[in-house]
């Protein structure tokens, strides 16, 4: 099933024809990075490539790294490499309609020699290092972090889907439930709309203070809970978080939630093509000290660039990659207890929200004269 949320800016994607042409536009693509590099066919294995070109096909069930599916294109066709365990869900479940043609191998054959003789007497191009061939990792990095109309439309609808259900499980968690028992109820919504999570955290009662990056354990809700999720669906990622408390905010948490909403606002109000990651990360580190808490920056990684990967370029002091518009970027702020954590696409018109809040309070924050807003602590 393909996503039908519409949203200013953002293409419909919920038809086998917005994949297709999706899949078509990437095949000029293709054609133009083998002409680049001097090749007549491209071999994706990296799971990330092979979703890029499928535009959402996910591999499924337990498989080696050396027999996972794998894509082969030549600019005009392409092709599924399968063995023959995973060839016919991939073609009902996954690629139906999508102008794909097979390659099968038999599982006990092994996938290796079945790519060596495909790539027998033709110079072929490949995303992972293999002898005699092209490498094209980093062409291949920069072509799917430039996420495509249909791609936006389908990380939109899966961050509704996310917000939803970390809002949702806020809303319904209970004093005395063990954090496990809170990522169960989390875990649950994600996967009955089809949504794989990728990494769930749940901190209660200042757990997060210790441990910046948290999982779950047996200790139980009283006050207040911090909860994160990455998920992963139509291959793609993103990663939010949300925060409940049961009565008053404590004193302290509510320092320490103004102060992340403040940064990121701050990195919301910088996030535009051609800016410069490191600078503003830098004017972070002046609101984190102007709001008390000076070194909170160098306790977690402000952020990352996601898409296909839940972390195609890990954001600090020293990245010089330059913003642009289709990326996708997770912003992270954490102080003390505090996170305020979500999604954002990078456009022309400036970042548009991906796990955007439902019935949620939100803080309002004025930078430059202009407004952002952040999730707040729900208190119940």
Known sequence: MQPTTLTAGVTRADTVSDRRADIDAKMTKVAELLREVGCEGLLLLDPANFAWLTSGAMIRGLTEPAAEPAAYSNGEHRWIIASNVDSQRLFDEEVDGLGFQLKEWPWHWGRDQFLA????????????????IVNVAEQMRRLRRQLTPYEQACQLALGQTV???????????????????IAGHLSHRLLHRGVLPLNIGVAVDGRSRLYRRFGFTSASLERYAVLTVTARKYG??????????????????RQEHNAVCRVSALYLSSTWPDAVPREILMTGRRIYLISG???????????????????????????????????????NASAGA???????????????????????????????????????????
């Not at 793609?236 to 948490?253: D, H, I, K, M, N």
């Not at 808490?293 to 195609?312: F, V």
């Open 338 to 380: 505090a996170n305020s954590c979500d999604t954002f696409l990078i456009t022309d018109e400036g970042p548009r929200l991906i796990t955007p809040t439902e019935y949620w309070p939100l803080k309002r924050i004025r930078i430059q004269g202009a407004e952002f807003v952040r999730p707040d602590v729900l208190q119940r």
């Open 163 to 181: 917000a939803h259900a970390l809002e949702a499980t806020c809303r319904t968690l209970e004093r005395g439930e063990s954090e496990r028992e």
């Open 117 to 132: 003789d495909l790539c027998h007497n033709r110079k072929v191009a490949c995303d992972r290092p293999v002898n005699g």
């Open 236 to 253: 793609l990622y993103v990663t939010a978080s949300r925060s409940v408390c049961f009565g008053e905010v404590p004193v302290e948490l």
């Open 293 to 331: 808490y000076e070194h909170e920056w160098q306790l977690a990684p402000p952020g990352h660039i996601t898409g296909r990967c839940p972390i195609e370029i890990a954001l600090t002091p020293q990245t010089k990659d330059l913003f642009q518009t289709g990326w996708s970027v997770t912003w």
